[in-house]
């Protein structure tokens, strides 16, 4: 990134459409220079987030609206090949790990200090870990009271927050229920010590908690609503606490008009609660300290990212990445490498 003349490329969202690959185009720009307490970052690998890129391609991202053109991807792993001046504790060569709406998917990163942090290798499976580890961690303790010796369901549990949840949830004592769509998943689900992997396309899951769990959920962790977000309601335990994380079953539709009993007609004899989790805004002060500590349990060997095995290289394949996670093909994070 030395010479002048250098170039690089990133994904850029030119015009709101119905899809992705539509909205966003392949853009050439000349090497980035870094500012004071900046960073350019080599991106080596780059995390999809497909759900949160078709949103923001039609213009109803749930962070808020965004005006193109506008940068895009969230989070990258590379090294560091260009200081600013008054940085400290960074050095050319560092590997770090990369966040920020607009960081992810380019070759090449202009990166605040704030936005970057140090890890031993610029390993894609970190990009299993943040951001989605860290918002499966939150969500489980700080708004599901995460406890131990009870039964824990996770939906979407093959998925980038879900399969984290899990090995969180039974690293904490719990008997863990995961519910996927795939054969495949199922058995990734068991490896990472799931107690019961649920292939919803194979059995009905309701009467699997009928059957197995009469005495109901503890804690249900729920990312993709629609029926399942029902079956956790019709099978939450007294006491029990059903976090909402998203609800990617509505991703290509209108959201669904229900008429059916009151759900807190369903819920009040049990005391039991809905709480929702949004990490931007309302949880970004537990971020540092959570991320830290997936990280730190990573490293230690406890914790397991999981990147999807199917292989997407440069900068032109993100959109097919993206395509891949929203036809359900995914099993883990998937990744693109650079």
Known sequence: MNEASETYRRIVLTRFGDDFRSSVEVVEDAAPR??????????????I??????????NAAQGGPVKPPCDLGVHAVGTVSAIGKDVIGFREGD?????????????YAVVPTRA??????????????????????????????????????????????GHIAVQLAKRAGNHVIGICGTPSRARMLRELGCDRAVNHRDETVRDVLEDEYPDGIDLALDTVGGKLFDACVDHIAALGRI?????????EAEPESVKQTRIYHRLFSKSASIRCCSIPPHYLNHVPAYRERVLALHAE?????????????????????????????ACGTVVVRL
């Open 116 to 161: 970057a942090v140090k890890v031993d290798a610029a390993n894609p499976e970190l990009l299993a870990l943040v951001p989605g580890g860290v918002m499966a961690a939150i969500a489980l303790e700080q708004c599901g009271e995460l406890r131990e010796e009870e039964t824990v369901l996770v939906t979407g549990a093959a998925g980038s927050a």
């Open 95 to 107: 590997a770090v790990l990369v966040e920020g709406l607009g960081l992810g998917y380019r070759e």
């Open 243 to 251: 976090v909402v994380m998203g609800f990617a079953a509505e991703r």
């Open 34 to 47: 870094p500012d004071v307490d900046e960073l350019v970052v080599h991106n080596s690998a780059v995390g």
């Open 301 to 329: 060997g406890i914790l397991q990212g999981v990147v999807d095995k199917t292989e997407f290289a440069g900068i032109g394949s993100i959109p097919d990445a993206v395509e891949h996670q929203l036809q359900d093909k």
């Open 49 to 58: 987030n497909a759900w949160q890129d078709l949103m923001l391609s039609r």
